[in-house]
């Protein structure tokens, strides 16, 4: 079992960054796959990235890529979201998420119902 915490949320302004932090308790942070979601006012929550276990494979949504970077520290079993050039329609809750997978170390998911473990999430907020 995992538990995710997140934390680098805040308010900021148009074109400006973040880093968004994931730590993850356990001893087998190297296992997982590692997913980042956000979530809204009014909508549901939707995929930002993903990377797998081994940190080499990642993939983005259409909205993030060139902007936000997803990567991972398995030594401090961290994973992180770098997001710059922010944009008002960032604004939401940021979700880190856990996957098993030992299987394979290329794998990850862009889907929510793969994820077994989540985080409570950290509020960012873009003012135009």
């Known amino acids: 079992q995992v538990q995710l915490a997140e934390s680098g949320g805040g308010l900021v302004q148009a074109g400006g960054s973040l880093r968004l932090s994931c730590a993850a308790s356990?001893?087998?942070?190297?296992?997982?796959?590692m997913g980042w979601f956000r979530q809204a006012p009014g909508n549901e929550r939707d995929f930002v990235a993903a990377?797998?276990?081994?940190?080499?494979?990642?993939y983005s949504a259409d909205s993030v890529r060139g902007r936000f970077t997803i990567s991972r520290d398995n030594a401090k079993n961290t994973v992180y979201l770098q997001m710059n050039s922010l944009k008002p329609e960032d604004t939401a809750v940021y979700y880190c998420?856990?996957?098993?997978?030992?299987?394979?170390?290329?794998?990850?998911?862009?889907?929510?119902?793969?994820?077994?473990?989540w985080g409570q999430g950290t509020q960012v907020t873009v003012s135009s």
């Open positions: 998420a856990a996957k098993y997978a030992d299987w394979s170390s290329t794998y990850y998911s862009v889907e929510q119902s793969e994820y077994n473990y």
């Open positions: 356990g001893r087998t942070f190297s296992s997982y796959a």
């Open positions: 990377i797998s276990r081994s940190g080499y494979n990642t």
